[in-house]
Structures are given as C-alpha cells and as structure tokens.
C-alpha cells in the first residue's frame, strides 16, 4: 500500500442568501466573528459591492470561517417538512441550559426564529433555529465541548 495523499483543508462552509450583508451580520453577531480585511461593512449610504456577492467572517484565532454567497434565488428550508430540504445546518453548542436559554433569546434578538424547542430534553437540551435566510441550525448543550 502506498503513503496516504494529504487531505484537503476545509476553508469555509458557505450559505447561499438573497441578502448576503443582513446574513453575515447575524452569524457575525451570533458567533462572535469578524470579517475577513475588506469585507467589512461600507460606511452609511456607501456602494456594498462585496454585500452583492460574498463575504467570509473569521472565528478568533481564524480556525473555522463562514462565508455568505448571495445569490437570485434560494428557496428557504420548509424543515421539519421535507419539501424544501435543508441541505446543510450548522450545529452549535454551549456547555450549559442556562446559556442555552441566553443563546434562544439572543438568536431571536439577533432576527432568528425558533424551529423546535427541545430545551427539556434529559439527554441532550438542544433548539432548532432558523437564520434571517431560513437555514435550520442547532445550538445545543455538549457539556464536555
């Protein structure tokens, strides 16, 4: 057997949105991020030609990045109903249910919305949200993360 080939670093996983700037700003807000140099808002009433098309927000210490590509169309996930499948979702967790609790009303501050409440859940406190966009994702309790 030959030497294993190196593995491809993941650079990014991508949303797709119609409105890539209100996107990017709440997992910005969310997650605590920052954009990537250049792709920052413009000032007030300035031109957002990079919010037209793509932008990439940077966790501390840069180890995972999130982008946002807009795009014409993108049909939001009809989750838990498979009409529209979700496709993707990003699963988040804290180490506690009281921070579970301070994240739902932060996500729903922030312009999210509840999916599925399963805070009560003995095993695993979890909720289902979607974004501004209408992706599903989890912010559940992971004690040892």
Known sequence: MGRMAAAPRLASVVLDTTDARTLAEFYRALLHFTY??????PPPGEPDPRGQDWLV???PGRVMRLAVQQVGAAPAPTWPSSEVPQQLHLDLSVPTAELL???RDRVVELGGRILHDRSHDQDEP???FADPAGHP????VA???
């Open 36 to 41: 990537r140099v250049g792709d920052e808002p």
């Open 57 to 59: 927000l940077e966790a």
């Open 101 to 103: 609790a301070e994240q």
């Open 126 to 128: 979890l909720y289902v």
């Open 137 to 140: 994702f989890c912010i559940f």
């Open 143 to 145: 004690p040892d993360d």
